[in-house]
């Protein structure tokens, strides 16, 4: 493990920060480092692109129009380079740890000053000192992951909910997938630095904490002295912290002992985030997935039955290579059987350097987007018949303010991950956990009002 000192470089007038993430709660974490370390350094959070001295994009690679968005992006701050040239601009994440992106920025962007990736981001600060010293672009990107580091500062985005990364990486090579490419091999975090963390994180009154790793449930398999289980029971014991989330979970590693923690721990919420990509075992196959859809529907019964009133989401990708409309039917079937609490769906994605994406059997698009939007509508159709029997229901919420789309009403969610907004309370009840009645449910959220006792 390696040590990271306070910085030591400080900017002497006030200077302003922008940072834009694109991409998973991964991406979106390491730009609250990235701010912590520009905090440190006498930086100060700015909303407005255009006032700020440094501005970084944060970028993602899941899916191309991922990368479309960046690069619009990057395209429209060159007339501001220009009436500004003292600006500097940084662009870090997964985008760049793709073979010749960092270079053909260089190239068609040369108004970026400062390239990095996603393994040196703690390497920010003397990236920011050598680029306002020099002048051409400067590009750091480590190929492998190093040490973990630790201790990086941070600045983080709410105050009453908390990422906590728990491991890095991934080992699974889904086939469709960037990610192992960008991010590199599974490691994990020590449990003491976990949980030391999350105990600053109850000491500065923050209530509600989700445990990040794109595979939450291969936690320690490199450590040997620790589970993914045993740590959900070591967080739930954490003082002042009410609730606990995690994700994401790979169906084909959520075993027994998860599901009991699950049950048994009071503080860790009745919701599991369980991706399935798709329907068909046959398409499963290809996907390397290692389960049929069997093993998926025996695994949400299991589920089901230990874990009272759970709610199950899932991310579904449409129109992977070879994919017949047979494959798809299936996939609405399991999407009817399983009766998802919300899921993301995607359309499938060509990724460079993926297995996949070199498959001859692409499907159409106009047969991805038709076969995407009967999804979405059956999908649609589930969340909305489940919220309604919320109807007169009383839930409990933790309360993350007013709302943005009705400031007379504060929101937040359910242990399940619903989004409520709800009238009779004021801002006091900030990160209170309080019961409200539910008196108009709608597809994505339910309406209340507070049940005051
Ligand atoms: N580690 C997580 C999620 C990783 S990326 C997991 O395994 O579930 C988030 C989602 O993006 C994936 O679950 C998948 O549904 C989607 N995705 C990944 N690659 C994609 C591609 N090439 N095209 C379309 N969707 C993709
Ligand atoms: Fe990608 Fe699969 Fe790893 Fe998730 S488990 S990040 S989908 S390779
Ligand atoms: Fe995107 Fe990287 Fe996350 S590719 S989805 S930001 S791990």
């Known amino acids: ?14 200077k302003l920060y922008y940072i834009e993430t694109w991409g998973c709660q991964m991406n ?24 700020s001295d440094i501005i970084i994009f944060n970028t993602c690679c899941v899916r191309e129009n991922a990368e479309f ?6 395209g429209e701050l060159k007339a501001l380079k220009k009436s500004n ?16 992106i960092p270079e053909l920025i260089k190239k068609k962007y040369p108004h970026v000053d400062i390239i990095f990736g996603t393994h040196n981001i703690h390497r920010l600060p003397e990236l920011l000192n050598n680029s306002l010293q020099g002048k051409s672009t400067l590009i750091e990107i480590w190929d492998a992951e190093g040490d973990i580091i630790e201790g990086l500062p941070i600045q983080r985005e709410g105050d009453i909910k908390a990422f906590v990364t728990i491991m890095y990486g991934c080992n699974n090579f889904c086939t469709y997938c960037i990610v192992p490419y960008t991010r590199g091999r599974e490691r994990s975090r020590e449990p003491d630095s976990i949980i030391n963390e999350i105990k600053e994180l109850s000491s500065k009154g923050y209530k509600e904490i989700t445990l990040l790793g794109q595979n939450v449930n291969s936690y320690g398999k490199d450590l040997n002295n620790m589970s993914f289980a045993e740590l959900l029971r070591l967080v739930n014991q954490v ?9 994401t979970s790979h169906p084909k590693d959520l075993t027994e002992d998860v599901i009991l923690a699950v049950k048994e721990c009071d503080k860790v919420c009745e919701h599991i985030h369980l991706p399935v990509q798709s329907g068909s075992t046959q398409i499963l196959k290809k996907m390397n997935r290692k389960y049929s859809k069997e093993d998926y529907l025996g695994l949400v019964e299991k589920i089901k039955s230990k874990i009272n009133g759970v709610a199950l989401t899932t991310d579904i990708i449409v129109g992977f290579p070879g994919e017949t409309e047979e494959d798809f039917s299936e996939t609405l079937d399991l999407v009817s059987k399983v009766e998802y ?7 499938y994605s060509v990724r460079k350097g993926t297995p996949a994406g ?36 009383t839930v409990e919420v933790l309360v993350e303010g007013y709302s943005k789309s009705d400031e007379s009403r504060l929101t937040g969610r359910t242990r399940t991950g619903k989004l409520v907004n709800f009238t009779g309370g004021d801002i006091n009840l900030t990160g209170k956990l309080v019961n409200v009645k539910i008196t108009e449910p709608q597809t994505w959220t339910l309406q209340g009002q507070l049940i005051c006792d």
Do not use: W
């Open 85 to 100: 040239p003292d600006l500097i601009i940084a662009v870090s994440g997964c985008m760049m740890q793709q073979k010749g």
């Open 69 to 74: 968005k960046v690069y619009g992006n990057l």
């Open 358 to 393: 070199k498959y001859e059997t692409q499907v159409p698009e106009t047969l991805k987007h038709e076969r995407f939007n009967r999804l979405v509508e059956l999908i649609n159709s589930i969340s909305e018949r489940k919220n309604r029997e919320f109807k007169n229901k």
């Open 1 to 14: 493990m390696t040590k990271l000192h306070e910085n030591e470089n400080k900017v002497d007038k006030k």
């Open 239 to 247: 003082e002042g912290i009410e609730r606990v989330r995690f994700m």
């Open 28 to 51: 979106e974490e390491d730009s609250e480092k990235l701010a912590g370390m520009l905090e440190n350094m006498g930086y100060t959070k700015s909303n407005v692109r255009n006032e």
């Open 341 to 347: 609490d919300s899921a993301y769906t995607f359309i």
